[in-house]
């Protein structure tokens, strides 16, 4: 047995025959033409063919994996239609006298290049489109056609990486997973690829070997693990996990659509909780209503300096377009306590839980916020996005807030930047003190998000990292329930809604206590959504 890890883009278990995908080779030549306007012609026959075929997987796509995932070929379109493009072809087939795949080549390495160079990530994801619209249409000049050979049964298709015009050609009935040796958790393909449920591993190198065609194997998407000939204990554990998600899936087909609406007709939202774009299909996939938190943090946590403004805007703006219309509450950077970056220079702090953090950090470093604002502002013109503030004590704090982001306006609106003027603005309820004057704090802003966690934890004053206070830690407590009670009567006094974001949304023994309460929303892990939905509906 052969165990290769990688990064899983899509949770879920394949068994089946691994099938590599085969592409078929061409060589670019520099040959010189004596007519160069019929080479011009030749390559316009190739492009307009190669915007006929983008139309017809666009159209594929938007069955397939819906309207945000389907642009990335309305943008191939554009892309073959762009001004610069065509004249930088034009200019090589004229001035240099050569045939019409050597200029398309040429331009799409000196564009890929360009687009690679420039610092706004969004356009450096451009570098991969140019390169995959130009091999389309140098496949039509060279009569070549890549893809897979015929699979005769289900296969695992493995592959150095795939496009998402490759991806998306894929027959969905013959596809039981993928693993490729590159790719990115961002890239079109991955997006794709969590869309379509389809597991998937990529990252997995040099030892995905081509010499594995044909064999056995298994794909455990939830570990990113990729298994060739796998040996009878390793093949029985991963049937078993197979199965326990199928039975996941089968519950998920009988609620998939339906309301979550108990017996007695009182409705709630079921949104979910994620802490990366990597998540987005478990989401899809389970069927959540929204988002409910998600945690901007991992932007901040998996970087070695500030995200700038480009490297968020273009994860907001994704996270936006790929959950189509519905709603996607983003939290502000929550650093500190638990959750340390060293480029933040922090210092050494004797209760870090009580200490500089969250929206602290934001209101004393103000340029790190406002970044992390026109961001979103900017993204938010794509998609449903509200924006939620941590660790709120104060109303003084959140007139503060609304003073930067007044700040923040202005400047884009000056510099002629796109955005998105109104935008829901929320907190997260976390601290007593939150609570204790939530009926003013209801009448600055349009939502609550109660963050169950920390409430317990400052609540009961007993740190929840701490394993010793364990049978201390309560989160059935009455005084925290009370708490939820007190927020959710004063939220609805002056016209907000509220929710649950912290792990006690879950709590499925205090679901029927959450909607006496009156609760508008509950987030959860993606796990937890259908059973979560199921708990609902049998309420009375």
């Known amino acids: 047995m052969v165990k290769i890890s990688g ?11 691994l099938l590599f995908y085969q592409r078929k080779e061409k060589v670019i030549k520099r040959i010189h033409v004596d007519n160069v306007d019929d080479e011009w012609n030749r390559f316009q026959s190739a492009k307009n063919t190669a915007v006929s075929q983008l139309k017809g997987l666009y ?8 309207e945000a995932n389907a642009m990335i070929f309305e943008i191939h379109q554009m892309m073959l239609e762009d001004l610069d493009y065509l004249e930088s072809i034009e200019n090589i087939i004229r001035t240099q006298e050569v045939n019409a795949e050597y200029a398309v080549a040429t331009t799409a390495d000196n564009f890929a290049k360009m687009f690679a160079a420039m610092d706004d990530a969004y356009m450096q994801g451009r570098a991969a489109d140019v390169k995959d619209v130009s091999e389309r249409v140098l496949d039509i000049l060279c009569g070549v056609s890549g893809g897979m050979k015929e699979m005769d049964e289900p296969c695992i298709i493995a592959a150095d990486d795939l496009a998402p015009s490759e991806t998306v050609q894929l027959d969905k009935s013959k596809v039981l997973g993928f693993a490729t040796m590159y790719g990115s958790s961002n890239s079109h393909t991955a997006i794709l690829a969590r869309t379509m449920n389809i597991p998937a591993v990529i990252g997995l190198g040099e030892a995905l070997r081509q010499e594995y065609d044909g064999k056995d194997a298994v794909i455990d998407g939830f570990t990113g693990t990729l298994y060739i000939e796998p040996d009878e204990e390793t093949l029985k554990e991963m049937q078993e996990k197979r199965a326990k998600d199928l039975e996941q899936k089968a519950l998920l087909e009988t609620l998939k659509g339906k309301e979550n609406v108990t017996k007695s007709g009182q409705k709630i939202n079921v949104y979910a909780n994620i802490g990366n774009v990597s998540d987005l299909g478990a989401v899809l996939k389970n069927d959540a209503g929204g988002i409910g938190l998600f945690r901007s943090e991992f932007l901040y946590l998996e970087n070695t300096d500030f995200p700038t403004e480009e490297q968020q805007f273009s994860v907001y703006r994704q996270v936006a377009e790929s959950m ?18 060293d480029y933040f220079g922090l210092d050494k702090e004797e209760n870090p839980a009580l200490g500089y953090r969250a929206i602290r950090i934001c209101l004393t470093r103000p340029e790190i916020f406002k970044t992390q604002l026109r961001a979103l502002y900017r993204a938010a013109m794509f998609g449903n996005i509200s924006i939620m503030f941590p660790m709120i004590i104060s109303v003084k704090e959140v007139l503060k807030i609304k003073e930067i982001i007044a700040e923040v306006k202005a400047e884009l609106k000056e510099e002629g930047i796109p955005y998105k003027e109104d935008v829901e603005l929320g907190i997260m309820i976390e601290t007593p003190a939150a609570v204790m004057v939530s009926r003013e704090l209801a009448k600055e802003v349009d939502f609550f998000s109660v963050g169950t966690n920390d409430l317990t ?38 016209g907000a809604w509220i929710g649950i974001c912290g792990e006690l949304g879950a709590d499925l023994e205090l679901t029927e206590e959450f909607l006496k309460m009156g609760l508008d929303e509950l987030s959860v892990s993606p796990s937890m959504v259908l059973p979560l939905r199921k708990r609902i509906r049998e309420c009375e």
């Open 7 to 17: 990064k899983s883009v899509f949770g879920g278990v394949s068994i089946g025959k």
């Open 457 to 494: 934890q400052y609540t009961l004053a007993i740190d929840r990292q701490n394993s010793k206070l364990d049978e201390f830690y309560d989160p059935h407590h009455p005084a925290v329930l009370s708490m939820i009670k007190m927020a959710a009567e004063n939220a609805h006094a002056e």
């Open 59 to 66: 159209e594929k796509a938007l069955n397939d994996v819906g």
């Open 324 to 341: 189509a219309g519905k709603k996607v509450i983003i939290r502000t950077l929550d650093i500190g306590a638990d959750k340390q970056v």
